[in-house]
């Protein structure tokens, strides 16, 4: 049977991915339990919900702030939006692109060490 004259490329890329995703270890030795790290062995937790208005968004890193009351003051948190994250309104789905500066928003988030990731941004 004739091969693909897009085998080798695709040989390659395989390889690369391989040795990318392994990791290196002397002769002889087994790898550990975390290859890439202890980091990513922790599953990220859920941080619960918070409830404020967006003080700034940055739509090329994601990260939107938002302030939110407590007693007098206000603590602000910075959101890592993804793309996978949920952004709904009202009986509509939305992208990052909807989210503007000074909008009330109800935010499902879950925490991975010191990083916030929204799960679920709901506009109200």
Do not use: C, W
């Amino acid at each position: 049977m004739p091969r693909s004259p897009l085998a080798p490329f695709f040989l390659a890329s395989i390889v690369s991915f391989t040795t990318l995703a392994l990791p290196a270890t002397a002769a002889g030795a087994t790898p550990s339990a975390a290859p890439l790290g202890a980091d990513y062995a922790v599953p990220a937790r859920n941080a619960g919900t918070i409830e404020g208005r967006v003080a700034s968004i940055d739509y090329k890193s994601g990260v939107m702030s938002v302030d939110v009351p407590q007693g007098g003051s206000k603590k602000t948190y910075d959101v890592l939006v993804v793309p996978g994250t949920n952004i709904q309104g009202n009986k509509t789905f939305h992208t990052i692109a909807d989210l503007k500066k000074g909008a009330r928003v109800q935010v499902l988030l879950s925490q991975h060490g010191a990083t916030y990731t929204a799960q679920i941004i709901r506009l109200l």
